[in-house]
């Protein structure tokens, strides 16, 4: 019976291995989008607690943007499409962005 290669694999395939890159999910602040929503958003999408998201949307609100996540690029983007649809079925103009984290 052969032993199985992925139970010690070689150096050459440990080198190899990186960890994924990580990407920021941001939420920008506008003039029609409210505060109440935003925070929906953050518990809905971003799983957030309540207090959190109302912390978070402060920040939003007073600086003008806020990373509301990191994640990987696949789940990045799925937050950012999930938040808007959210918002287009709201009729909200909320802005999210994806940037690759610092």
Known sequence: M???PRANPSPDVLQDVREPSLYSVILHNDEITTMDFVVEVLIKVFHKQPAEA???MMDVHEKGSGIAG???YDIAVTKKGQSDRLSA???FPLRVTVREAD
């Open 2 to 4: 052969e032993a199985d």
């Open 70 to 72: 990191v994640y990987t």
């Open 89 to 91: 079925e709201m009729g």
């Open 54 to 56: 109302a912390a978070l």
